[in-house]
């Protein structure tokens, strides 16, 4: 799992991982798969203070070879990072291996990168492109009930990717994605990328979160 030609993961063709490792951060890490699977092959790498796998040119080379050949088949690829760990950790192991993967994700324009976090808070002050995402980047949250959409959601809708997802998995109670109440206090329907006004919100353009089907979407302005 630490990276695969293939996958067993329905919506993408590849996973790729910059450390294994991670830390809880909200009630859906307490039933972590990753987690289990670290321990399960003798990797002690999980926690705040826990050290994180890092990976060496090998590992690091294999997008590259995917990318050449999605062009050579003239096929878009998706790529899942990360399923062993969270990109938007602020674990002290992260910085440097992050600081590779945006040069490899620029140098894949065939691949579909989907950045899958619970730390969507994190994620404009970790990418290095402001404004100006490339293409194929993706960005998608995890929720595991209402709370924790409420809270990651309306975050994750002024990030300015072509692409933003939603992971509701593992749920740990209902979530209820027609109506989510965005910071500004606009309440959404994320189905259908409907806007229903609340007190005195200001008149966000309408937008249409990417779930199941992960079709580009509008942003959200703040």
Not at 172 to 193: K, S
Request: net charge positive; charged share 20%.
């Amino acid at each position: 799992m630490a990276t695969g030609k293939s996958t067993k993961v329905p919506w993408c063709h590849h996973t790729f991982n910059v450390v294994w490792g991670c830390s809880h951060v909200s009630p859906g890490c307490s039933r972590c798969y990753a987690e289990v699977w670290a321990r399960r092959t003798g990797h002690d790498v999980w926690g705040a203070r826990g050290e994180r796998r890092t990976f060496g040119a090998k590992h690091w080379a294999e997008p590259l070879a995917w990318n050449a050949a999605a062009r050579h088949a003239g096929q878009r690829r998706r790529v899942f990072c990360a399923s062993m760990a969270d990109v938007f950790d602020d674990h002290p192991a992260l910085p440097p291996e992050r600081a590779r993967l945006w040069p490899l994700v620029e140098a894949t324009p065939w691949l579909d990168w989907l950045l899958l976090t619970k730390r969507i808070e994190n994620v404009a002050g970790m990418l290095p492109w402001g404004d100006s995402w490339p293409g194929n980047v993706w960005i998608g949250t995890s929720v595991e009930n209402q709370e924790w959409a409420e809270k990651r959601i309306p975050v994750l809708l002024h990030l300015p990717a072509i692409v933003r997802f939603v992971s509701c998995e593992p749920l740990i109670g209902p979530v209820d994605l027609r109506r989510i109440t965005a910071r500004n206090g606009a309440c959404i329907d994320c189905l259908r990328g409907d806007v229903i006004y609340a007190g005195d919100a200001p008149d966000p353009r309408p937008w249409r979160l990417s779930v199941p089907t992960l079709s580009p979407a509008p942003r959200l302005p703040a």
